[in-house]
């Protein structure tokens, strides 16, 4: 028998224009356990990030949320 932990999710984040960048993100995810395997900005729009996160992506969600960003599925495959 074989068993796959498919834990990873992939989110777009928006970050405000008050926001202090992709480190403050990074510490507060990995604060709370959760591991950031890549972060991208996407082509042509300021402050938007593709993310994949390990661990519970409704985490991820509520903590990103609560330091001002906008959060969203990431459509796949990429756009």
């Known amino acids: ?3 796959i932990d498919v834990t990873d999710s992939d989110l777009m984040v928006v970050m405000p224009h008050r926001h202090g960048g992709v480190a ?3 510490v507060a995810l990995e ?3 959760l591991g950031v395997s890549r972060i991208e900005p996407r082509a042509g729009e300021a402050g938007m990030y593709r993310m994949t996160v390990h661990g519970s992506a409704e985490i991820a ?3 990103l949320e609560g ?3 906008t959060v969203a599925a990431s459509p796949y495959p990429p756009t």
């Open 24 to 26: 403050g993100m990074l």
């Open 67 to 69: 330091i001002g960003c």
């Open 61 to 63: 969600v509520t903590i």
């Open 1 to 3: 028998m074989l068993a």
């Open 31 to 33: 604060d709370a356990g």
